[in-house]
């Protein structure tokens, strides 16, 4: 039986207040890990839940933004229905998610968690915002830009933002929905690559192990250059439905025409991989399940990954994985290890 208070609510939520502390600072256990997972199992119900105490430890720490918040936690509360689930947990949590509730929005329905997000000062200025592995973070800037960090990524808003121009500097994977403004240029720093919004939505990936920065337009227009060499009228742009790469050395490439839903099945809570390099797949998937791939021995090019993956167990994509892959998987804490499976006649 599922949907009542009790199912949704704290009463079987795996740790206690001291644990819980814990598993925010990232000090838990791979089994502690693991069963805060389980618990959440791709509901978006508890995912709710679980951020609002992850905020509540976090207590104190200026907010990115707050949005709509009557109707936020209205909408939360009447499909989650904490109130009795948070009498049963420990009162420090407790009162914390009761008073920083009200800046977490959660879209009903659709399993997306969009939430303001604690910042902090960084040494180089602005502020940092970033999504843990298995995790994915949405944050709403100033300006009302929509930016969704894809896991283990993290951008920087230069202290400045919004005052002749809006830069952000990206480490990952991030999808942007800009709020154009032609008297604030908006551009995004990965890498090497120079990203110029031109009214648009796009994604944007540049993990440090990538060879390429890659942008992937789902609509409007963007500009792409070599940050070292030029910001204006010469940079190549891109419309909807087109992927443009630029490698370390500057030299940019375009393909138009593209479906782009695979590249950003990400935001919608799937990882897909279409004849994907297993070396290319594996750190993705290290991040999307916050686990640590390796394979038994060198991994030949040859071998690549059609599959995927959403908020099933992790058991069960480890599972999936070895078939798809015709591999033994291991997995012991968070080091999982791929053994090719030798065919005998």
């Known amino acids: 039986m599922s949907g009542g208070p009790e199912d949704a609510g704290l009463e079987s939520f795996p740790l206690d207040a001291e644990r819980l502390d814990g598993y925010f600072a990232g000090e838990a256990t791979p089994a502690e890990v693991e069963a805060v997972r389980a618990w959440v199992g791709g509901r978006a ?20 933004r707050r949005v709509d918040v009557d109707a936020a936690w209205g909408a939360a509360r009447r499909r989650l229905d904490l109130r009795r689930g948070l009498r049963r947990a420990p009162r420090r949590v407790a009162a914390g998610v009761m008073r920083l509730a009200a800046a977490i929005v959660v879209a009903v329905g659709v399993g997306v ?47 400045d933002y919004g005052h002749g121009t809006r830069d952000v500097y990206l480490d990952g994977q991030a999808y942007f929905q800009v709020t154009h403004d032609p008297r604030h240029p908006f551009a995004v720093h990965a890498a090497n690559a120079l ?93 999307w399940y916050n686990l640590d791939f390796r394979v038994a021995g060198p991994v030949p090019d040859s071998i690549a990954l059609s599959a995927t993956f959403g908020t099933e167990p992790v058991a069960h994509a480890l599972a999936a994985l070895g078939v798809a892959l015709n591999m033994r998987v291991v997995q012991v804490g968070r080091a999982v290890t791929l053994t090719p499976i030798l065919r005998t006649r």
């Open 45 to 64: 119900e508890r995912q709710a839940i679980l951020t609002a105490l992850r905020m509540a430890a976090r207590e104190g720490a200026p907010e990115a």
């Open 113 to 159: 968690l969009w939430r303001t997000l604690q910042h902090r000062e960084t040494a180089s200025g602005g502020r940092t915002f970033a999504a843990a592995s298995a995790e994915r973070t949405a944050i709403t800037l100033e300006d009302g830009t929509g930016v969704m960090l894809a896991p283990g990524s993290r951008i920087r808003v230069a202290t």
């Open 195 to 287: 990203i110029r919004d031109i009214g648009t939505r796009f994604g944007v990936r540049a993990y440090p192990e990538d060879r390429r920065v890659r942008v992937v337009v789902t609509d409007g227009v963007v500009a792409l250059a070599d940050s070292a060499s030029t910001r204006g009228g010469m940079a190549p742009r891109l419309a909807a439905g087109a992927v443009g790469e630029i490698d370390r050395a500057g030299a940019v490439g375009v393909t138009t025409g593209v479906d782009t839903v695979p590249y950003l099945s990400w935001t919608a809570g799937r990882l897909a991989f279409r004849d994907t390099p297993l070396r290319e797949a594996l750190p993705e998937l290290g991040r």
